[in-house]
């Protein structure tokens, strides 16, 4: 067993690691507009999908359930994406 004040070796040790540079680039306006609709069209797509489901399956307790979360869910992210970009053309003005 090591004393205390013992350096102990272990292996080969990985060099300190060379300085990481980032690269940053400038998101346009028509970035964010991309980004935020292609967001609200897939979460638009899921949610007639989960509709019409419950329509036409109206059999099931689960797609009830499935129908309650996911207008809780989906409504959320919504909203955020929406506040989100609203947010952002109101601090760029």
């Keep these: 067993m090591a004393a205390p004040n013992d350096i102990v070796q272990f292996g080969d040790e990985s060099?300190?690691?060379e300085e990481v540079k980032l690269i940053t680039k400038e998101v346009s306006e028509q970035d964010i507009f991309k980004l935020a609709k292609s967001i609200l069209v897939v979460c638009a797509?899921?949610?007639m999908i989960i509709a019409m489901l419950k329509v036409f399956l109206c059999s099931g307790k689960g797609i009830d359930e499935v129908w309650e979360y996911s207008?809780?869910?989906?409504?959320?992210?919504i909203s955020l994406v929406l506040g989100l970009y609203f947010g952002q053309k109101k601090?760029?003005?």
């Design 45 to 47: 797509i899921v949610y």
């Design 91 to 93: 601090k760029s003005s």
């Design 71 to 77: 207008k809780v869910f989906l409504n959320s992210i």
């Design 15 to 17: 060099p300190e690691p």
